[in-house]
Nanobody
Framework: EVQLVESGGGLVQAGGSLRLSCAAS????????IGWFRQAPGKEREGVSC????????YYADSVKGRFTISSDNAKGTVYLQMNSLKPEDTAVYYC???????????????????WGQGTQVTVSS
């Protein structure tokens, strides 16, 4: 069974950086996607970024383009989300999710993902 474990959240000042990690294991299918989502209090869950295992294709929400970078280390089975120039509006619980199997490109639509991690809190102070 697919297992996802997030780490790396915390408290940071505006303008600072954090790197989230998602340790992923148990995939049966070769093609899958790993996505990062976030949910702030009182708001809907938002797709932040994703990466596809087959071709390394990526997706970024407009709100994070140019500030966040997703990458993967296949040897370690880990996907990273490097978050720079953080803003208070980036404050949320960040979730790692997997779409397995993946038939097309990864996306920010949460209903495509069938495995979820437990979440990690990111708080950006002004």
């Amino acid at each position: 069974e697919v297992q996802l474990v997030e780490s790396g959240g915390g408290l940071v000042q505006a303008g600072g950086s954090l790197r989230l990690s998602c340790a992923a294991s148990g995939f049966t299918f070769r093609n899958y996607a790993i996505g990062w989502f976030r949910q702030a209090p009182g708001k809907e869950r938002e797709g932040v970024s994703c990466i596809s295992s087959n071709d390394g294709g990526t997706y970024y929400a407009d709100s994070v383009k140019g500030r966040f970078t997703i990458s993967s280390d296949n040897a370690k089975g880990t996907v990273y989300l490097q978050m720079n120039s953080l803003k208070p509006e980036d404050t949320a619980v960040y979730y790692c999710a997997a779409e397995s199997p993946l038939y097309y490109a990864c996306s920010g639509y949460d209903d495509k993902y069938n495995y979820w991690g437990q979440g990690t809190q990111v708080t950006v102070s002004s």
